[in-house]
């Protein structure tokens, strides 16, 4: 009789831990959704971080071509150059109605 006790006792705590397991398995799915809609996101944003500043070397490399092609070798000139290149990514996000990075892109409201 003591042993189907402990068996039966054994079997309870058995059936205990795996239902504990299977509550956890579940509670780690709903928050492994979130985690993911959430890492999509800063994702999204990165990658759209990367466009601005890919453009903004763009704009430097042409920027500094330009001054180059004048002659000059005063570094103060590469240096306005390449402040100056912050002009045109600056105008495509102030610009409401840009789709890849402007302030009025539908992936910048969520």
């Known amino acids: 009789m ?13 059936a205990v831990v795996v239902a504990l397991i299977s509550k956890i398995g579940s509670d780690n799915k709903k ?17 759209k971080d990367k466009a601005m500043f890919a453009s903004y070397l763009r704009s430097v ?22 402040i100056a290149a912050i002009i045109p990514p600056l105008l495509r996000w102030v610009n409401p109605k840009d789709a890849g990075f402007g302030r009025g892109d539908s992936q910048s409201q969520s």
């Not at 180059?68 to 150059?81: A, E, F, M």
Request: hydrophobic share 35%; aromatic share 6%; glycine share 18%.
């Open 2 to 14: 003591d042993t189907q006790i402990v068996v039966a006792l054994v079997g309870g705590g058995f």
């Open 31 to 47: 928050d492994h959704g979130k985690v993911h809609q959430v890492l999509g996101r800063i994702e999204e944003k990165i990658d």
């Open 61 to 82: 490399v042409g920027a500094l071509i330009a001054v180059y092609s004048t002659g000059t070798t005063d570094p103060r000139d590469y240096g306005k150059g390449a």
